[in-house]
């Protein structure tokens, strides 16, 4: 018995590990490519927490396309509505096509957040 919660230890020590690098990742990126200036991984900036952003989308079959989308072409009073089922106010009401992020990069961005841990 004391082996099998010391493994549950070291696996819940893991997937925390695993959960802050990938933050870390997502920020480093978000950065990067200007996502930063309205976004952030855990707090309310213009635009949603990246981390939110994973909870609502993460299980959905769409999900990733419907990102990829939203980074390239832009979206346009979508996080109204879906802020208030997380108890946010969404300052923004558009998210402008980002044009210096190209297609590949764009699904890096969304494959990471989509790996944030949303509990």
């Not at 893991?14 to 690098?21: P, R």
Request: proline fraction near 3%.
């Amino acid at each position: 018995m004391k082996k099998f919660f010391l493994a549950a230890a070291v696996v819940g020590l893991m997937l925390t590990g695993a959960s802050a690098d990938t933050a870390k990742e997502v920020e480093k990126l978000a950065k990067q490519y200007g996502c930063s200036g309205c976004h952030a991984v855990d707090k309310v900036k213009s635009g949603p927490p990246f981390r939110v952003i994973a909870k609502e989308y993460k299980g959905k079959p769409n999900a990733k396309e419907t990102l990829v989308k939203s980074i390239l072409g832009g979206s346009m009073m979508k996080w109204q509505k879906i802020g208030k089922k997380y108890g946010i106010k969404i300052k923004m009401g558009y998210m402008p096509a980002q044009h210096g992020v190209n297609k590949q990069k764009a699904e890096k961005i969304v494959d990471l957040i989509l790996k944030l841990d949303t509990k």
